[in-house]
């Protein structure tokens, strides 16, 4: 069946009135969002910090659970804040009151995300769509993990696990069942992602030349030698995020979205990221966005290929200065070299020593081991401070999901993807188009670690969120367009908010 054949048109003008005027104000959300932040930061730097530990995971959840309902979009952005910036804030929390392994402050950008269950009650009948079934296939997998994982580890470490996985899958799914609010979505995801990458660029770039005290200590107490020493010019930016992998990410969507993005203030935010992205020292990130810049172009109507090249060569002359520096030129010139002499390469060995592992234990275990043995999860079953990682999404999906959860979770991947890439509809949106070469080049990293998970995963299943609805909003108003020029029809429409990207 067609992605429009749920979609309920044409558009009654009562029902477009209603949903504005639900949404006219945002104020009472902005003014939750706010009084949250003050609370925080009174907390942290003021007194009573340590009942953060329980008040701000129950705060995130109330806070996005009053944006849910006063507007989604608040309750996008917000959801995508807690994502950045958690991760930055626990350092801080477990510097002034000691570190620990299972925070409980990570919980609370899972528990807002979660909420998106409630727009999949909302919206159950269009669940029937063929759009959104790989979504489903997904779940499925991941519930057939959990189950393995309850029998062969532990129930607490199997239900984080699913969590971590579930969550952000959610919301993509969420995003992509709104897809009637898509010009509104689409506006503060381009917004978001852009203010979001010069906070962090900037962080990063400052990391990198002075590592905080929480982030060097953090470092330290965690064992994480992915992010070499902790000291100035040396150390792998992670900036607000937890490790240089999921900033990475968070940085190749942010720039492939900034670069389609409508914003006249977005060269410098573009410039410090595309900088900040070297300096995570991730050769597979600065490959994926290659493939997404390709890709991005490809999917772009050819009147607008003019205005985005010159968007291009105008980030690369403003981040010029800084990238030839010659502490900065060093880290390219290291990074670059290992890429022709992988035997001597440390992080490449101990991959293929993983993959040989991963693929005997499957040999031995089809069924998988079930969610809860790797990643943040292990930290419930040993206490220690690094969860094992497989450094492969591949391997990690086939090594707890097993072959048929595994088989299954790819092919939702597959199926999500090729209608994305292939709808003439994305062209119409610049916003869409980035979101759908974001996909792309997400998954492309994916062989080097896990993106569906975590903040990667958030910032992916988001993407492949905004290009479905991109999509669905691409074919209903070409739908409803059909419907308004019909010679013998009499259609009471609201009028079709035109595209407001570059």
């Not at 919206?123 to 029998?151: M, Q, T």
């Not at 573009?270 to 597979?284: C, D, E, H, P, Q």
Request: glycine share 8%; with cysteine; proline share 6%.
């Amino acid at each position: 069946p067609s992605a429009c054949s749920s979609m309920s048109l044409p558009v009654r003008q009562a029902d477009l009135a209603a949903s504005d005027a639900r949404r006219s104000s945002p104020a009472a959300a902005l003014f939750a969002v706010g009084a949250f932040v003050l609370y925080v930061a009174l907390a942290m730097f003021g007194g009573g910090g340590r009942t953060l530990s329980i008040t701000y995971p129950l705060g995130c959840l109330l806070v996005a659970a009053f944006a849910y309902l006063r507007h989604p979009t608040i309750y996008l952005a917000f959801t995508t804040w807690t994502w950045l910036l958690t991760p930055f804030l626990r350092r801080v929390f477990d510097l002034r009151y000691g570190y620990h392994p299972p925070s409980s402050l990570l919980l609370g950008p899972l528990l807002a995300s979660l909420l998106a269950v409630v727009t999949l009650v909302r919206f159950r009948r269009s669940l029937r769509n063929s759009a959104y079934l790989p979504f489903l296939i997904a779940i499925a997998a991941l519930v057939y993990a959990f189950l393995i994982g309850i029998v062969r580890q532990s129930a607490a470490a199997a239900a984080y696990d699913l969590v971590n996985w579930l969550a952000p899958l959610l919301f993509g799914l969420h995003v992509a069942l709104l897809w009637r609010e898509f010009p509104r979505l689409r506006d503060t995801v381009a917004k978001t992602m852009l203010l979001g990458l010069l906070v962090t660029a900037v962080y990063g770039i400052y990391q990198f030349v002075q590592p905080p005290t929480w982030d060097r200590v953090w470092v330290v107490s965690a064992e994480m030698a992915s992010v070499g020493i902790p000291l100035p010019f040396f150390i792998r930016v992670f900036s607000t995020m937890n490790a240089p992998g999921p900033f990475s990410v968070f940085l190749i969507a942010a720039l492939l979205v900034g670069l389609a993005s409508p914003q006249r203030w977005r060269a410098l935010p573009l410039a410090l990221g595309l900088v900040a992205l070297i300096l995570t020292k991730g050769r597979s990130a600065w490959a994926a966005l290659f493939i997404g810049a390709v890709i991005l172009q490809l999917l772009q109507p050819v009147r607008s290929l003019p205005r985005q090249w010159l968007a291009l060569l105008g980030v690369l002359l403003l981040a010029l200065p800084v990238v030839t520096q010659p502490k900065v030129i060093g880290v390219l010139n290291k990074r670059a070299a290992t890429v022709t002499n992988l035997a001597a390469d440390p992080s490449y060995q101990a991959r293929m020593s993983f993959g040989r592992f991963a693929l005997k234990s499957l040999a031995s275990n089809p069924a998988g081991n079930g969610l809860g043995a790797l990643g943040g999860a292990g930290k419930l079953l040993t206490g220690g401070k690094a969860g094992l990682a497989l450094d492969s999404a591949p391997l990690e999906i086939y090594s707890a999901m097993g072959w048929i959860g595994g088989t299954l979770y790819m092919m939702s991947l597959i199926a999500i993807v090729l209608p994305i890439m292939r709808s003439r509809k994305a062209r119409f949106d610049s916003i869409t188009s980035a979101a759908a070469a974001s996909v792309v080049a997400i998954m492309a990293t994916s062989l080097f670690g896990n993106v569906f998970t975590g903040v990667s995963g958030f910032i992916f299943w988001m993407m492949v969120g905004i290009a479905t609805a991109g999509r669905s909003w691409g074919m209903a108003t070409q739908l409803l367009a059909r419907f308004a020029n019909h010679p013998g029809l009499s259609v009471r429409t609201a009028a079709v908010p035109a595209s407001t990207a570059a």
